[in-house]
């Protein structure tokens, strides 16, 4: 058989290259492209992971620069650390039960600078934890929202518990 010589006729040949480019095209796109574009798209996801974060540390950002330039709804007389406190428990307390929910927990933590910041744990249904954080925007005082835990939960009606750590500047 190694002597032969194969007889094809011109659609045969044409078959025959276009099968073998076919390979060809197969086997590189699976060896070298296949893990390139894999590679891609998972450096595409983790852009835009990093985006995100910089536009919340950039949101961030401009908070506190509006926070530095405003006095947060104080007269300009000096306010104790302690008084403030005292105000905006109070304010954190009238608006949760504006929103509805349940208040288990108000404590206030130690903060850095001039911040007081306060873990709230309470108790209540989506609609509730939405109206809440509209209420929060219209205090007299910029309160932040740090971070937000919810247990709970699934249906309509569900009780969820909720766990914050909120900020204060004055």
């Known amino acids: 058989m190694a002597g032969m010589k194969m007889n094809l006729n011109n659609r ?3 078959i025959l290259i ?5 390979i060809v095209m197969y086997v590189s796109y699976m060896f070298l492209l296949g893990p390139k574009w894999d590679e891609i798209s998972k450096l ?27 006095p947060a709804g104080i007269s300009q007389k000096v306010v104790s650390r302690e008084q403030w406190t005292i105000r905006i428990l109070s304010y954190l307390s009238s608006a949760s039960s504006q929103s509805g929910l349940d208040l288990m927990l108000i404590k ?13 744990m309470c108790s209540g ?3 509730s934890l939405y109206n809440f954080l509209k209420v929060l925007p219209k ?12 247990s709970g939960g699934g249906s309509d009606r569900a009780v969820l518990n909720i766990d914050m750590e909120l900020g204060a500047y004055y």
């Open 18 to 22: 276009a099968g073998t480019v076919f």
């Open 108 to 120: 206030p933590l130690a903060g850095e600078g001039r911040e007081v910041q306060f873990s709230l």
């Open 44 to 70: 595409k996801g983790q852009l835009n992971q990093a985006q995100i974060r910089l536009t919340a540390d950039e949101a961030r950002v401009k908070v506190l620069q509006m926070l530095e330039k405003k």
């Open 125 to 127: 249904s989506y609609q």
């Open 12 to 14: 045969d040949n044409k």
């Open 139 to 150: 205090l007299d005082v910029d309160i932040i929202v740090k971070s937000l835990k919810i």
